[in-house]
């Protein structure tokens, strides 16, 4: 899971702020993805280069996403329209981000018992005490609905993009969504459309 965009509300802002999760069965299927990509640039293993979506070339931008349409994988992201968002609402910044968070994990999370997920969430904070606040938070928000059905067993890590080939790759996601709000440029949301389960714009 990963996000784009800001939450800042004042001038200077981007308009909107996008949390995006790409849910896969084999994480080693993105770790090769990266592999493939870092082979082409001329350098070896997942953990060479750290890809972002927006200090990327338009090829390697379009080799990632195609390369994840082709995956056994689910997205789902959620949006807000910053400048339509309630003036009280604004205050609210951490809670605006686990709602958003909450949501897409529920979509991807799959309804099966005894099943391991794991969550990597870019690490957005050094401090222990707010990663494991949010940590706790997120998991009983992502099972909140599913009392009585299954129940998966979640391990949330908050991780650098760096050492998490799939982290980079979903920072492509959340970037191509991103475009497509913000530039109203749909075309990297297109290569990975038929992955999309989930993409709701939210009003506040």
Not at 1 to 28: C, N, P
Not at 90 to 101: A, F, G, Q, V
């Amino acid at each position: 899971m990963d996000e784009s965009g800001d939450l800042g509300f004042g001038t200077g802002g981007s308009k909107y702020f996008v949390v995006a999760a790409l849910g896969i069965k084999d994480s080693r299927a993105l770790d090769r993805l990266i592999k493939k990509e870092n082979r082409r640039l001329g350098s070896n293993g997942a953990r060479s280069i750290d890809h972002k979506f927006n200090k990327s070339s338009e090829k390697v931008r379009l080799s990632l996403l195609r390369g994840v349409s082709e995956t056994n994988s689910q997205i789902s992201w959620r949006a807000i329209d910053k400048e339509n968002t309630k003036v009280h609402v604004r205050k609210t910044k951490d809670e605006i981000y686990l709602m958003l968070s909450a949501e897409v994990l529920n979509d991807i999370i799959p309804y099966r018992v005894n099943t391991d997920v794991i969550i990597h969430i870019d690490r957005m904070s050094s401090k222990k005490s707010v990663r494991d606040a949010m940590s706790t938070c997120l998991s009983s928000r992502s099972i909140s609905d599913r009392i009585g059905i299954s129940l998966p067993n979640v391990r949330i890590e908050h991780q650098v993009p760096y050492d998490v080939p799939g982290l980079q790759v979903q920072d492509f996601v959340a970037g191509s969504v991103f475009q497509h709000l913000e530039r109203e440029n749909s075309a990297y949301c297109q290569i990975i459309e038929n992955k999309v389960i989930s993409g709701v714009n939210i009003r506040l």
